[in-house]
């Protein structure tokens, strides 16, 4: 009895050691390896965008965003590069669409479009929580990669062969 | 004025994050639309629910957990909608499973552990 006691003691301990190793912010996507979300909404250019445009048999980056989030501002270079291997989709949180020609005229637009999510059930619909979010979804529509936060300098090298190998 | 606000500091005010907006004419699904609200985590709080929560992401699954509601689904269904996306991290009691085993076993082995140490013999 004793040394089974002793064994539950230090399953315990290597339990709570192992989740003290673990990050709290990072939350896994319950989208990773499924097919993107139906969802369609109105787009930037005055038409809609919608599940049926992102199947398109391109691998392709979808970016969560918004011109009031400052994260958003400092990934935007690194967007811009991206856009230049690959298409890059944006679906824009609760922004007008004057706050969003402002931000694309001081900024660039690196987006092949950009989907208008004013209510937020199109993020709620992506299992998106804060913004912004990045999703890369290969030929068949399917999500491979989730990143959570701004795409930094040093995401971007790990984000390109991410993509190469899906292309 | 000073010991008013000492005074007022160590009430309990129950302060609401809902807006009047949101809630439901239907006393009934407002009802289920909170009961709702309580079982979701707020995803970005620590340890919140939506229903008490500020946070944008808890407003907006809010609303959405009563449109549904309106629009006939079940508190069932809208669970199932929300845990599909978010995953167990938003339910405040996550499913029975291997990958979460840990969590109601760890209680059930450290009962056992505590009773021990209590009633063995010294």
């Not at chain 1, 691998?59 to 935007?76: G, L, T, Y």
Request: proline residues 4%; glycine residues 6%; hydrophobic residues 40%.
């Amino acid at each position: 009895m004793r040394y089974f006691l002793i064994v539950i003691f230090i399953f315990i301990l290597v339990i709570f050691y192992k989740g003290l190793k673990k990050d709290p912010t990072v939350i896994p996507s319950n989208l990773l390896s499924k097919e993107i979300p139906e969802f369609s909404i109105s787009s930037f250019s005055g038409s809609t965008l919608k599940t049926k445009d992102l199947r398109d048999n391109k691998v392709k980056i979808v970016n969560f965003f918004a011109s009031w989030c400052p994260p958003c501002k400092i990934e935007h270079n690194q967007l811009l590069e991206l856009s230049k291997k690959i298409p890059v989709y944006g679906i824009a949180k609760k922004n007008t669409h004057d706050d969003l020609s402002k931000w694309f005229e001081n900024n660039g637009n690196p987006y092949t479009r950009v989907g208008m999510d004013t209510n937020g059930e199109a993020s709620i619909e992506w299992g998106v929580y804060g913004l912004p979010e990045t999703f890369i979804i290969d030929k068949g529509g399917i999500v491979k990669y989730k990143h959570v936060g701004p795409l930094m300098k040093r995401d971007q090298e790990h984000i390109e062969k991410i993509i190469k190998k899906l292309q | 004025m000073k010991y008013l606000f000492i005074f007022l500091s160590f009430l309990y005010l129950n302060v609401l994050a809902i807006e009047p907006n949101e809630i439901l004419e239907d006393g009934d699904l407002e009802k289920i639309a909170v009961e709702i609200s309580k079982e979701l985590r707020c995803l970005v709080c620590q340890n919140e629910d939506i229903h008490n929560s500020n946070a944008d992401i808890a407003k907006d699954l809010r609303i959405l957990v009563r449109k549904k509601l309106e629009s006939g689904e079940s508190k069932k269904e809208i669970l199932k909608y929300v845990h599909d996306r978010y995953g167990d991290f938003v339910l405040f009691s996550p499913p029975f499973k291997f990958q979460n085993i840990g969590l109601w076993i760890i209680p059930l082995l450290f009962f056992l552990l505590m009773t021990f140490f209590f009633f063995r013999k010294s």
